[in-house]
């Protein structure tokens, strides 16, 4: 779920897998053509915020759990 959205950043927030301690998100401009961000690792809390992004600029975001197995795959893209 996307929340707190500025013109320059917001928050992003997921539900906790069982079994997974760690998730990496992926953000883009151009459907992941290219990153802003790619595999940034977020470990134990359930949400990232992003800051400093470019305002009228339109972001897709994903998101993957990891474990020491592996991670899932990409979540549907927001």
Known sequence: MISNITPTGFQLDWNAVVGFDNFFVDLSTDNF????????SVAGPTSYTFTGLTSDTEYQVRIRAANASGSSPNSIEL
Request: overall charge negative.
């Open 33 to 40: 053509s290219n990153y802003v961000e790619n595999n940034l």
